[in-house]
Every structure is written in C-alpha cells, then in structure tokens.
C-alpha cells in the first residue's frame, strides 16, 4: 500500500439473490486527494459499490480496505466517510438550514462557526435566501444542492457522490461540476463521484473507472480512456466510435500494417504490446480525428474513399455520413463548423485521411 492510498478494493462481490450487482471487483488504490469517478451505464453496479463503500451494504465476499484497514463490517457513522444519495434522503422535517447543520451539530461545534460554515455552503450551492424552506418547497435541483451542501459542510476525508447533478438544468450542472472540482482540489479532498455521463466524467475526474456488468472494463485518467480504451466496450461507452476489423499483416519496430476492407492500413505507433502477426484487431476511430476533403488524384497512404450520405448541422460541428468502399457500416465523421468553407452534399465523392497513429484492440 501506497503512503497516500486511502481505499483499496479486493475482489468486491455483492450478490442480491440471483443477481450480482458487483462481481469480484479491484481497485489497487483510491489516493488522497484524488477525485475518482465509477462510470458505467444504468444497472451496473455503481450505487451498490459506493454503498458498499460507505458502509451502507456489507460485501457478500471480499474486501473493502480503507487507509490500510478491512472495515468491511464497520457502520457508516465509524468510516471517514460521508455520501450523497442518488435519491437525496434530507430530513423532511427540517429546514434546509437543519439539514446542512445536522452533522456539524452532531459534532459539537460552537454556534458561530456552525452558522459561519453553512453560511458560506449556502453561498456556495447558490441557495442563500432559501435556508428557512423545508425539502418538499424545494425543487428536485435545490434538494439536490443541499443534499451536497450537508455532505461538502463536514468536510469528510471521503466524500460518496451518487449522481449528485442528475437532477440539475443543463447550465448548472456544467457550474457545479466546476464548483465541485474546485472544492475538492482546494481542500484536497477524497471524492468518489458516480455518473453514467460520460462527458461529465471526463471533465471533473482524475480517474475514470469504467464498470459494466458488475465489473471494472478500464480504469485511467480520460485521457487514457478516450485515446487509448482497453475494450470495445470502453471504446463505444465513451463517445462516437468507427471501428475497421483487419488482420496484422506485419510488424516492424515503428510500425504495424494491418489488412483491412480498405486496404492496408499503416499504424505509426512504437507501442506494440502483446502483438503478432495474423492477430485480428479492431481499429478505433474517432469521428473528430479525421480530416477529409475533395477526391484527391493519388491515393495516399491510410485514406479511404467514400461518398456522403448525407450530414446533421449540429452547431459547433457538422457530422457527416460517408459510405466507404470495403466498411460494413458507414463512417462517421465530426468537422468543425465549416462557416464559409460550405458543406459537403450527399452524393460528392470524398477522401477521408486516418491518422498516422490509431489505437487498436486485439480480438
Ligand atoms: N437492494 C437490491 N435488491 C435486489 N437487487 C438489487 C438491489 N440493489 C440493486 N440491485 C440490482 O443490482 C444491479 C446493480 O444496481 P445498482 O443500483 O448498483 O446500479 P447502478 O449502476 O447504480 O444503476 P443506475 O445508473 O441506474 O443508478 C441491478 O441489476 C439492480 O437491479
Ligand atoms: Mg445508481
């Protein structure tokens, strides 16, 4: 264990019946500071974790270790934990005000440093002047902030973080994904963050852990997750894939060929790892990472020809569909909005040049 490790999981299994909600599950380390978020689509298996984690279910098998220690079977109350729930669950007897003192009461604090700290969490969640309401006078987005402002107010060293922006419009949520991060970072505070939005993965975490079924598919910084995904699943998860099958028809020291419908395609990429030849691949692309235009005369190296089938005027981009020669499914490709440089039409023949390097998973 890592001097600064504050949580590791060791082949985690919670089973409901017949169900496993999370299936031998292992994080070597959660350190200090860090802000982690579990992504995954619906059901598979992040609320359970968190809770497991926060002591609110105990594991069927396995460990739960925190700061070197099994605490498997110890109560919330004991771990040096605090979580917001997917569902809120405030007080509802006590005014919002109530609700983000509660633990600081708990606590024993000095009335002044009380009204001080939640004074300054009001502030915080945008929700000055509504402190005397009650949960039910407030909308699912307010119940929401508070949900968060009681659990940031104690400053725990771990903080659980259930969808907490599930509820929130569009423009405040993209804001308290800042205000969460800045928090964290300015308190250097351990969060473990649950979402299954990927962008809002990407943009708040230092580490992703991608589940799926109970498992974990990848766990990386989203750099790592988006450039370089483990599975095809991670691939497909996180963002708009293209995906080409071949077969590695060579392998030299900075470079790999591999044969495709399209044609030989050259991989530029000195990673190589744990490649032969005569190994099926699949080759990601992402839509954004392609360039394209008018036939050109001479095939380059890695270019497809395709034709447009048509495009969707999205604002910021225009996503073509291409049908390419050789591709069982149409390409898909993302331009910045071209303004005056004018859109191509369905029908028009164009070139799509891959990048020199691509990202590749094995079969
Ligand atoms: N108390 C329970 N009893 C029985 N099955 C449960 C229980 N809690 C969860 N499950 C099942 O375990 C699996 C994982 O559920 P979980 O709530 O952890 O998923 P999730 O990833 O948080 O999904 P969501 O994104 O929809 O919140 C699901 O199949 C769910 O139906
Ligand atoms: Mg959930």
Redesign the pocket.
Same mark, same amino acid.
């Given at each position: 264990m890592a001097e600064s490790t504050v949580l590791e999981l060791k082949k985690v299994t919670k089973r409901? @019946?017949d169900?496993v909600?999370v299936d031998g599950l292992n994080i070597p380390s959660i350190n200090k500071g860090e802000f982690v978020t579990f992504l @995954?689509p619906? @059901?598979? @298996?992040?609320?359970?974790l968190l809770r497991m984690i926060g002591g609110f279910y105990y594991p069927t098998s396995g460990s739960v270790i925190m700061y070197g220690e099994e605490i498997n079977n110890i109560p919330p109350e004991k771990r040096k934990t605090s979580m917001v729930f997917?569902n809120y669950a405030l007080f509802p007897h006590m005014s919002v005000f109530g609700n983000i003192a509660y633990g600081l009461k708990v606590r024993k604090l000095p009335k002044e440093e009380i009204q001080q700290k939640v004074r300054r969490i009001l502030t915080l969640v945008k929700m000055e002047g509504l402190e005397n309401r009650k949960p039910i006078e407030l909308s699912g987005g307010q119940q929401q902030r508070v949900a968060l402002a009681r659990c940031i107010v104690i400053e725990p060293e771990i903080i659980l973080l259930d969808?907490p922006l599930s509820n929130l419009d569009a423009s405040l949520r993209i804001m308290m994904r800042a205000e969460i991060r800045k928090i964290q970072q300015s308190l250097h505070l351990t969060v473990i963050f649950?979402t299954?939005d990927q962008e809002e993965a990407m943009s708040m975490s230092d580490r992703i852990v991608v589940m799926n079924e109970g498992k974990i598919e990848q766990i990386g910084t989203p750099t790592d997750i988006y450039e370089k995904p483990a599975t095809l699943f991670v691939a497909g998860f996180i963002g708009f894939i293209n995906l080409i099958k071949g077969r590695v028809e060579s392998i030299q020291s900075d470079n790999v060929v591999v044969s495709t419908g399209v044609g030989e395609l050259i991989n530029n990429n000195k990673n190589i790892n744990g490649l032969s030849i005569g190994d099926g691949v699949t080759i990601i692309v992402r839509p954004e990472s392609v360039t394209f235009g008018k036939k050109l005369s001479k095939k380059e190296k890695n270019c497809l020809r395709g034709s447009i089938i048509n495009y969707t005027y999205i604002g910021s981009v225009v996503r073509y569909t291409i049908d390419v020669d050789g591709l069982d499914s149409p390409f898909i490709l993302d331009v910045p909005n071209p303004e005056g440089r004018g859109i191509f039409q369905s029908g028009e023949n164009v070139d799509i040049s891959l990048p020199g390097k691509f990202h590749f998973i094995k079969d």
């Open positions: 409901f @019946g169900v909600a @995954g619906s @059901g598979c @298996g992040k609320t359970t997917q969808e649950v299954h």
